[in-house]
């Protein structure tokens, strides 16, 4: 029997369009981390449970394994700079982000660059090949702004276009 070959899959996910979050955590010993995200998916209204895969080895991943806490910060528009940052590997994201810590038990909240925030505690783990997969009941959420959320396709950031009483994924990707 001839094998199949292992297809790539990112070209799929490149056309289906997301918002675009920050999962920050607060280390143990006090260190704030994060880092973007698109993987943020709902999976259970009762209890409130969210999801994000995160690379394992990722700094971000152990402090919200060590933690047991992580904030989901969703970007508004204005803050593609963020979202870049915090997918750039930088050391010194933390410095360069206006950020606080509202709960000593979640992760850093990102006041200036989210729209809406919820605060998880670590609810289930499960690992698979080089992701994990972190399940999170929601204990908060709080709308920040009423800004229009930042979008991500087509491996480009993109905005909103209102129309009427409708709105549109605009294609005016903010390039
Ligand atoms: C738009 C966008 C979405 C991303 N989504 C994810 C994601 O869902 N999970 C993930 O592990 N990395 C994702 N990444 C990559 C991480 O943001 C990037 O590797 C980051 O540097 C990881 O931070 P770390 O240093 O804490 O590991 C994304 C990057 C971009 C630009």
Request: hydrophobic residues 40%.
């Amino acid at each position: 029997m001839t094998q199949q070959p292992i297809p790539d899959i990112r070209p799929l996910m490149s056309a289906f369009p997301t918002g675009v979050s920050v999962i920050t955590s607060l280390a143990p010993d006090g260190v704030p981390w994060g880092m973007t995200c698109t993987s943020l998916c709902s999976v259970a209204l009762d209890p409130p449970t969210l999801l994000v895969c995160l690379r394992r080895g990722s700094p971000t991943l152990q402090a919200v394994l060590d933690s047991g806490a992580y904030t989901i910060n969703l970007l508004h528009q204005a803050a593609r700079s963020t979202a870049e940052l915090f997918a750039s590997g930088a050391t010194d994201r933390f410095e360069r982000t206006r950020w606080a810590m509202q709960d000593p038990a979640c992760g850093p909240h990102l006041v200036e660059a989210a729209h809406t925030i919820a605060d998880c505690r670590v609810a289930d783990v499960h690992e698979i090949g080089d992701h994990a997969v972190v399940m999170g009941a929601a204990v908060a959420v709080t709308q920040l702004s009423s800004q229009w959320p930042l979008l991500y396709g087509m491996r480009r950031y993109g905005a909103w276009a209102e129309s009427g009483q409708d709105v549109h994924l605009s294609y005016d990707f903010i390039s």
